[in-house]
């Protein structure tokens, strides 16, 4: 069974610094990894993926995440945050094998980004 | 990227009624959707999975005589929330894969409210 932890329910950053919202997986054989960003009462928005390949992935509105296997981490980081990024924020993981392609989710972060 | 489209947005309905609703991928063959069902401020649960032309795998736990999920073309599928009761009332989301398509495209959700 695969499953996918965020550790903080809630992360607050000041607008302008670094942010960070972590994740851990635990997952049989090399998964796929996904972020995506939900805002309220909308549907969740893609934000990168990890597939294969360098462990840097860059993705949309600057965001980015190091896949690192020895630590079975998949954190998610963007230099400078913005008020605007202040959203709910999911991790997840789906295997490479079965045509299902079934996402495990995490608990997800609730990221506040003070001004 | 591919879009997935759900209707509607929101729907209030009388307990005892039926709702269906629909998610739809308008640019791309969606043989597999699932279904999620979210309670404010949590993470997505799976309700069940649809391949296009077979019956839906429900996930432990989830009725599938009242939660009737139809996945009759490659484009579109239908969740119906038969005799609704106040306890379903949540958030519905829909996302479709297909193809060479390994990740899965979110619909932007359903609130249903069941007075």
């Known amino acids: 069974a695969q499953s996918v932890a965020q550790p903080e329910d809630q992360v607050n950053v000041a607008e302008g610094n670094p942010l960070t919202v972590k994740c851990t997986y635990s997952v049989s054989g090399n998964p796929y990894l996904f972020w995506y960003v939900q805002y309220p009462n909308r549907g969740l928005q893609f934000l990168l993926k990890?597939?294969?390949?360098?462990?840097l992935v860059k993705g949309s509105y600057g965001f980015e995440a190091e896949f690192n296997k020895s630590q079975t981490s998949f954190h998610l980081k963007k230099p400078s945050a913005l008020v605007s990024d202040s959203a709910l924020y999911f991790c997840a993981v789906s295997p490479r094998v079965g045509s299902a392609r079934q996402l495990t989710f995490g608990s997800g972060t609730q990221l506040t980004v003070l001004p | 990227g591919a879009v997935v489209s759900q209707h509607p947005s929101r729907v209030i309905c009388k307990s005892g009624t039926s709702v269906k609703i629909e998610c739809r991928s308008l640019?791309?063959?969606?043989?597999?959707m699932f279904w999620y069902r979210q309670f404010p401020k949590q993470s997505l649960m799976l309700m069940a999975t649809?391949?296009?032309?077979?019956?839906?795998?429900?996930e432990q736990g989830v009725e599938k005589d009242k939660f009737l999920i139809n996945h009759a073309s490659l484009t579109l599928s239908t969740l119906t929330v038969t005799s609704a009761h106040p306890e379903d009332s949540s958030f519905y989301i829909c996302?479709?894969?297909?193809?060479?398509?390994?990740?899965?495209?979110f619909g932007p959700g359903t609130r249903l409210t069941v007075l």
């Open positions: 640019d791309f063959q969606a043989t597999t």
């Open positions: 996302s479709a894969s297909g193809g060479y398509l390994y990740e899965q495209f």
């Open positions: 990890y597939i294969t390949g360098d462990n």
């Open positions: 649809s391949n296009e032309g077979s019956k839906a795998t429900y």
